[in-house]
C-alpha cells in the first residue's frame, strides 16, 4: 500500500512556472515508477510524465521542453517543474505509482493557469 500527497498547485499566470511534490509512504518508494496525469473538467484523465524507478522519462508531447519529471528516492518524494504554462494546462493534477500490478493514485492539486 503506497499513499501518495500532491501539493505545489495554485493560480498562476501565462508562461509562469510551479513546482508540484507527491510525497509517498508506505512501501519502499525506489520499487515504483512515479507518473503525474491531469485531467481537465469534462475530459479524460491523460498522461503528463514518468519516471521509472531507474529514472528513464516519459513526456507527453504537450509539455516536452517545459514540464520536467524528477524523483528524489532519499526524500521518497517525486516532482514535476512546470514552465512556460499555458491556459491550456489548467487541470488537476494527479499523482501515481505503478509496481507490477499494484497502482496508486493521490488525491489532486489544482492547477490554474490564468491571467
Known amino acids: 500500500q503506497v499513499q501518495l500527497v500532491e501539493s505545489g498547485g495554485g493560480l498562476v499566470q501565462p508562461g509562469g512556472s510551479l513546482r508540484l511534490s507527491c510525497a509517498a509512504s508506505?512501501?519502499?518508494?525506489?520499487?515504483?515508477?512515479m507518473g503525474w496525469y491531469r485531467q481537465a473538467p469534462g475530459k479524460q484523465r491523460e498522461l503528463v510524465a514518468t519516471?521509472?524507478?531507474?529514472?528513464?522519462?516519459n513526456y507527453a508531447d504537450f509539455v516536452k521542453g517545459r514540464f520536467t519529471i524528477s524523483r528524489d528516492n532519499a526524500k521518497n518524494t517525486v516532482y514535476l517543474q512546470m514552465n512556460s504554462l499555458k491556459p491550456e494546462d489548467t487541470a488537476v493534477y494527479y499523482c501515481?505509482?505503478?509496481?507490477?500490478?499494484?497502482?496508486?493514485w493521490g488525491q489532486g492539486t489544482q492547477v490554474t493557469v490564468s491571467s
Open positions: 501515481n505509482a505503478k509496481w507490477v500490478s499494484l497502482e496508486f
Open positions: 508506505g512501501s519502499p518508494f525506489i520499487l515504483y515508477a
Open positions: 519516471i521509472s524507478n531507474g529514472g528513464i522519462t
